[in-house]
C-alpha cells in the first residue's frame, strides 16, 4: 500500500495501482459534471427551443395579417454565415392597428440564402395571412408557429448527459470508500431484487455453473435429451459471407479508381499498389466462404442425444447419433470425442482476446473409415463415462471450463468437418469431513 | 514500524473443505494504535487466476466498523463460521485456475488499507493437464 496519493494510475487490464479514493473521487466529480452540462444543456433548449413554440401553439390567438415587405437578413461573417426569413405585416388587435418584422416564433437561421428565401417566398407582398399574436402583449407576433419536432429530438442529447452522469455519479458515490469485496455483496444483493431481470444462466444451487435448460427442453428421439449445437455453422456462413461482400464491394470501389486512371493514361501507382493487398484479401476471403459453404451444407445436419443430463463424474452414459446424407459420402476419418476446455477473455489494450485450452479429450464413437450411402442416415450408440476427477463446468464472466461431444470427420479434399455439442458437468455431491 | 497485522485461523490445519462443509475460524488484529484502525471486512470469496481477466465472488462477508460499534476492540477474536457452496470447486488448470480465499480487509486512518489472505481448497480436482487441439 502506498503512503502516497498517486495522481498517475498505471493500468494492468482491469487492474490500476494509485489512490482507489482520489480515483473514485475524479471519476465522481467527471460524472458531477456530466450531470450539471445535461441539466445547463436541458434548460436552455426547453427556455429557447421548447418553450417558445408551445406558449405559441397554446396561449397566441388567430387573426388576419397583410404582408408589406419581406427581407433576408444576414448573420455571421467570413464562410460561416446565416439566412433568417423576415416578413413585415400589419394587422389589427382589439382596434389597434400594430405593424412589426416577424416570422416564427424562435429565430430560424438557414445555411444558405436560397432556403431563406424560399420560405420568406411563402409570404407574398400584400397578400393576407393568418398570423399569431400573444394576447398579452398583441404586438408580438408570428406568421410561423408549426413545429418540426426536431427541437423534441434536440433533448435526447441533454437527456442522455443527465442519464450518464446521475447513474454514474449514483454508482461512484454508493462505491466511495468501499472494497472490492463489499461492492460485491452488493452487486449481488443488487441482482436478486431487479424487477427485470432476464432468466437466470445459473441455478442458485450450483454457482457458477450453466444451468443445462437448453439441453433438458428437447426431449430426444432414441435417448432422454437431444443435445443442441454450439454454433450454428449456418450463422457463421452468413456472417463471413456479408464481411466477404463488404470487403469486396469496397475493394471492387477502389479498384474502378484505380483502373480508370489507368484507362486515362494518368495512372496513381501509389493507389494502384495499395490496392493489390485489398484484392488479395478479397480473394482469400472468397476462398475461405467458399471452404466453409462447402464444409457447412456438404454434410447433412446430425442429431446428437444423450441418455441423461447434466452428468457426474464417474458416471457412464450413452449417446446417439444420426447423420442424413442426400448422397454418398465418405470419411477417411469420423470420430466423436468427449472434450473440455478451458477458455479464457482476456483484455489486451483496448482490445479484448480470448484464449482456448484444451485439458481433455477422449474418443467416444468412430475412429476409422467411415462411408455413408444415399439416403441411408448413418447411425451409431455408444457409452462414455465422464473422470472420476473431472473439474465441473465453469462459467463466470471471463472464464469458463466447457464440456462438450466433439464430432470431427476428414472428407479428402474437403476441409475438416467439426460440430459440438456443448455438455454441462456437475461436481458431485459430496458431504463429509475432511482434515 | 509495524502498524497493524492480521492473524487469520480455520478450523481444518490442512485447509480442505468439502462443497456443504461448514468452515469455522476467527481473525484478530493486532496493532499498534488500535484507534487507528477504523474498521475491518472479512470475506469468504473465490477467484480465478490465469491467463484472463480475473473474476470473483464473495460467499461470505462480515464488516465491524466504529461507525456502527464504537466500542469495537480490534484486537477482540472474531470468530466466523459458513456452509461452504456446491461450486465452484477450487481447480488448478493451464489457463484458468479458481483459489478460494479467507480475506481479511483492515481500514486504517487516512484511506489507508491493509489485506491479508489464508487460501483453502474446496473439493479435490486435481491439476489439469494439457491436451494439445487437432488442427
Known sequence: MSPQIRFFEKKRGARRTGSKFWGTVFEALFHLGLLLTGCLLLVWILVTRIYPHWGANRYFHETRAVVLDRRILETGNGDTRLYRPDVQVEYVVDGAQYRTWTFAVTRTNYPERGLAERAAERFQVRGDYPLYYDPAEPSRAVLVRDH??????????????????SVGLAFRVATLGKSTERRAVMHAQRKTVELFDETPQVAPEWPTIPTDRDVTNSPGTKLAYRLPIETSPGWKLAGTAI???????????????????????????????????????????????????????????????????????????????????????????????????????????????????????????????????????????????????????????????????????????????????????????????EG | MKRASVHIRIDRPNRVYLPGDTIAGSYSIEAAQPETVQAAELSILWHTEGKGDEDFAVHHFERISRDVQPDWDPSDVREFTTALPNSPLSYDGIIVKIRWRIRVRMFLAGERELVEDLRFQLGHVPTAIPVPIPV
Open chain 1, 243 to 433: 464481411a466477404c461482400a463488404v470487403w469486396n464491394l469496397a475493394t471492387a470501389l477502389l479498384t474502378s479508381v484505380a483502373l480508370r486512371d489507368h484507362l486515362d493514361g494518368d495512372p496513381n501507382w501509389l493507389l494502384s499498389v495499395l490496392t493489390v493487398p485489398f484484392v488479395l484479401t478479397g480473394a482469400w476471403l472468397v476462398f475461405y466462404v467458399i471452404r466453409l459453404w462447402v464444409n457447412t451444407t456438404g454434410v447433412g445436419p446430425p442429431r446428437v442425444e444423450i441418455s441423461a443430463h447434466p452428468l457426474l463424474p464417474g458416471e457412464s452414459y450413452s449417446t446417439y447419433v444420426w447423420l442424413p446424407q442426400s448422397g454418398q459420402l465418405r470419411f477417411d476419418r469420423f470420430t466423436m470425442s468427449l472434450v473440455c476446455e478451458e477458455r479464457s477473455v482476456y483484455r489486451l489494450g483496448t482490445d479484448s482476446q480470448s484464449m482456448l485450452q484444451r485439458v481433455y479429450q477422449r474418443p467416444v464413437l468412430g475412429g476409422d473409415e467411415l462411408t455413408i450411402h444415399r439416403n441411408e442416415p448413418y447411425e451409431a450408440t455408444a457409452t462414455f463415462t465422464v473422470p472420476e476427477s473431472a473439474m465441473h463446468s465453469f462459467r463466470s464472466g471471463h472464464n469458463s471450463v466447457d464440456w462438450k461431444l466433439v464430432l470431427r470427420g476428414s472428407i479428402k479434399g474437403w476441409p475438416d468437418y467439426e460440430r459440438a455439442y456443448p455438455l454441462v458437468v456437475h461436481p458431485r455431491r459430496q458431504r463429509g469431513t
Open chain 1, 148 to 165: 418540426s419536432g426536431t427541437s423534441w429530438l434536440l433533448l435526447f442529447i441533454p437527456g442522455a448527459l443527465v442519464m450518464v452522469g
